[in-house]
């Protein structure tokens, strides 16, 4: 191959160069320096080399936090995926009904999240809310704000209904990029439904899955605005995961030391995670290319 | 294995069709017999595939029958039917071996395994997949995609019919004609029914014993390659089939004259029996293959069959000769074996006895 020496490029790239210096470079340094000095007061520093990433990896109070976070992205991607899949499959292929129920199936993914915690911060109240108000005629003495298990099943149901629209829209790009011809194959070989959705759909899918999973991971592991709006990480500490925890670090205790820190393990396994996701992805689009790399 | 009939066949995509233009596939009668090969040929859009998908019974017909071996399947669904069908693009389970596609519709259709197991080796002989059974299928090449696709329409023991639809578009051509050859070789050998949809004539007139020519819905013509070739009963048929097509010159009654047409101001003899079944009103047209047509720069022996023209052109190809003339207005063309002389200048055209044909309103006349 002929590669052209050309110093120009280096011009035309500095725009990127620049506003990622701006946009993350910077930041990122800026925490970096953070989390290793001790920060007492204006002007006032003294570096700690690794001592903060030591005593946040100490924290009990992260441990939990980091626990309840696993947790919770498990739950909602456990339940999240397969409605999602679910939703689509059942979703009609084209018409006007097709439009309508794309555009209400979208619906929650264009509410504001502040809103969105809001919106179940009221609907949960049995003194207001229509959920809480039904629950409670039930029988059932729901609370969100004093019980955790129902604080917990709020937060998740909150997060499966503004969520589950995105898998199963991407689901549903996904289905209609099948071309015609699969279908009356299968049909020609008498396969059923089931056999249809394992043999064609589902490996059809597989690559929008994986982002749908990438996606969804990320998000659901950074969450914040939703669950801080609606149980505040409360009651006590029950769903406090990893940003509110970093929040009330931060902005609460101002231990912005601690919370550097804890800010870089908290990146740092988001991008490993994700690599390993995104990296899945690759060989799943090119199966051949990881054949030549084997071979 | 099975006899197919349509039985005044139609489909409209549009409820309530009056007018002949409103169906995709105009009303038809046809009988395919068990074992044979055929192929529906004509250009994008003439309805062949709708044709097939009514006969694999993806598409219920809007009107009319489809009978097979006598027994009415026009409401049977496609699984009921025992038809295979090798589409445009091939069709293979990513996720399975070549060997589990291959078993797929036997095992959807609770074949038990040992059986299974024999069907697929043999079929897989057949089609010299053997070495491949245990691969993947989704990282093989278009045309081994295709024999899967192909494969997985054998292994059934009841197949009535396979249906193709255009199988060889996506295989690249030096495969084709292997591809094809293995078709042929698998009919010969299993006495199946096949019906071959495909735009190429070639395809369709190697492949097939029965050609069945299609254009804007209407089957133009059915029957053997031969007889398309020799006796076009449409002047589409001969515009079509061939290469070149056929000559066709639009031409008139001679007046005073019996046993003759105009063509310009040049005058053709044709024989007195077909001129009378002519109408006055009807389009005439003289249609010739090029293969039929004579070229020369010198008259040969005088004869009213020859007519004065202007040779503007002289291909050679190797083995024959394009000779490109124009008889007043209109320009034709003759296929000469590779020694003929002729040059570019003043000549004469030949129009043979019994292979130049009359044409009324676009039909044959006999």
Known sequence: ?295 | MARIELDGLAHAYRPNPQKPEDYALRPMTMTWQDGGAYALLGPSGCGKTTLLNIISGLLRPSHGRVLFDGRDVTDLPTEARNIAQVFQFPVIYDTMTVHDNLAFPLRNRRIPEPEVRSRVAHIAELLELTSDLKNRARGLSADMKQKISLGRGLVRKDVAAILFDEPLTVIDPHMKWQLRSKLKQIHNELKLSLIYVTHDQVEALTFADQVVLMYDGAVMQAGTPQALFEEPEHTFVGYFIGSPGMNLLPCTLEPGNPDGVQIGNLSLPVDAHLLEQVNAQSDLTIGIRPEFLGCSNTLEGASSRNLPATITRVDDLGTYKIVTATLGAHTLRAKLPEDARVVTGPGFLNFLTGQTKLYADSRIVR
Request: proline residues 5%; glycine residues 8%.
């Open chain 1, 1 to 295: 191959m002929i590669k052209t020496r050309n110093n120009k490029a280096w011009f035309l790239v500095l725009p990127v160069v620049i506003s990622v210096a701006f946009s993350a470079i910077i930041p990122l340094m800026t925490v970096i320096n953070y989390s290793v000095q001790d920060i007492i007061g204006p002007d006032q520093k003294v570096f700690v080399g690794l001592d903060w990433f030591k005593e946040v990896l100490r924290d009990p109070d992260l441990h939990g936090a980091f626990l309840r976070q696993i947790l919770f992205t498990l739950v909602v991607l456990a339940i999240e995926i397969p409605l999602g899949i679910l939703i689509a499959l059942s979703m009609p292929a084209k018409g006007w009904k097709a439009s309508l129920t794309l555009v209400l199936i979208a619906l929650p993914l264009l509410v504001p999240f502040n809103v969105v915690g809001t919106i179940w911060q009221i609907f949960g109240r049995a003194d207001i809310g229509l959920g809480g108000h039904f629950l409670a005629s039930l029988g059932i003495n729901y609370n969100y704000a004093t019980n955790p298990l129902h604080a917990w099943l709020t937060v998740i149901l909150m997060d499966v209904w503004h969520w589950t629209p995105l898998v199963a829209l991407l689901c549903y790009a996904g289905l209609r990029s099948i071309p015609e011809g699969y279908y009356q194959a299968a049909k020609i070989d008498g396969a059923k439904a089931w056999a249809v959705f394992r043999f064609i759909q589902f490996p059809k899918l597989s690559g929008v899955l994986m982002i749908g999973l990438l996606l969804r991971f990320m998000d659901s592991f950074m969450i914040y605005t939703e669950p801080f709006v609606l149980t505040g990480g409360g009651p006590g500490n029950a769903t406090t995961f990893l940003s509110i925890y970093l929040t009330k670090l931060a902005v609460g205790q101002f231990d912005l030391g601690p919370a550097a820190a804890f800010s870089l393990i908290y990146f740092l396994i988001i991008q490993v995670v994700s690599f390993v996701l995104y990296t899945i992805i690759q060989r799943n689009s090119n199966p051949n290319a990881s054949k030549q790399v084997a071979q």
